[in-house]
């Protein structure tokens, strides 16, 4: 019985012979009226969605493109920008991801300054091999769009022990990206590419580290369809859409960097 269930049975109007208000029969006309009204947008409920959620990703992704022209344009005549970005960029993706209320001029602040970042690096990985962008940028397209529809069509969805080790491996690539960054610094690998230029049976250990990372960087993004979707259903305030479009974002400027040092590589 509903009763049963603890929700109901602690509200005495679910309660056997709980003391109820007698509420009047609608009419036809009421009924009709109702029925006729516009559904409730959640600018009415203020309450996350789906669909608003997907306005707050695209709004993030127009900053991010503004900020990826501004980028390349100016990489040839300010060479050092994009780095500068890329330093600012992770002080704010740090603030966003600590602060307690999601932060709309924050995160629209972090698109934009990354998309410099993303931009002036771009401009970079062109002038050393032409056409890596190109490649990168089709390739995130496809792995974000096939995400996307795995998870929509139900045939991929988030599991604790994918999740499990998703985090071990995200601690693997962070000690082993950390070390061969500490090697390139101190002169010990002076190779352009560090460790990742080692080969094991004649393939670059960076095209193999980077299609484990792309493999992360997807299911990373299942996590993020994934979240979005509870807040949907935990009812969440409409202002954690933001917090959905910032994580989406993180993600996707990971796959694709990750896409185009997989391309660099495979070109040098």
């Known amino acids: 019985m509903a009763l049963d269930n603890p929700a109901f049975s602690r509200n005495k109007a679910f ?14 006309e ?4 109702l029925y006729n ?12 969605t ?17 900020g990826a ?39 629209l602040a972090y698109s934009a300054v990354q998309g410099v970042f993303v931009g002036g690096i771009s401009a970079f990985y062109e002038t050393e091999f032409p056409g890596v962008v190109v490649q990168a940028v089709i390739a995130t397209l496809v792995v ?4 996307l529809a795995l998870f929509a069509s139900g045939k991929i969805r988030a599991s604790k022990k994918a999740t499990k080790i998703f985090l071990i491996a995200m601690i693997g690539y962070a000690v082993f990206s950390l ?27 960076g095209l193999i580290v980077g299609v484990l990372v792309v493999i992360m960087a997807a299911y990373s993004l299942v996590l993020d369809f994934d ?35 997989i391309f660099a590589i495979a070109r040098d």
């Open 227 to 261: 979240s979005i979707q509870q807040g949907v259903r935990n009812r969440a305030p409409r202002k954690y859409g933001w917090t959905g479009a910032f994580g989406i974002m993180v993600t996707v400027i990971w796959l694709y960097l990750e896409l185009l040092r």
């Open 144 to 147: 974000v769009g096939v995400t």
């Open 50 to 66: 789906i669909e608003d959620s997907i306005m707050k990703s695209v709004v993030t992704f127009v900053f991010l493109l503004a």
């Open 30 to 33: 009421s009924l009709t009226e």
């Open 69 to 107: 022209a501004v980028g390349w344009i100016l990489a040839p005549t300010i060479p050092f920008l994009w780095i500068g970005a890329g330093i600012v960029g992770f002080v704010l993706a740090l603030v966003n991801i600590f602060k307690k209320e999601p932060s709309p001029a924050l995160i």
């Open 179 to 205: 070390l061969n960054f500490v090697l390139m610094l101190t002169g010990v690998n002076q190779d352009p590419w560090g460790l990742r230029s080692a080969e094991i049976f004649g393939i670059p250990l």
């Open 15 to 28: 309660q056997t012979g709980g003391t109820t208000t007698a509420v009047a029969t609608p009419s036809a």
């Open 37 to 48: 009204q516009p559904a409730a947008t959640s600018s009415d409920t203020d309450r996350m």
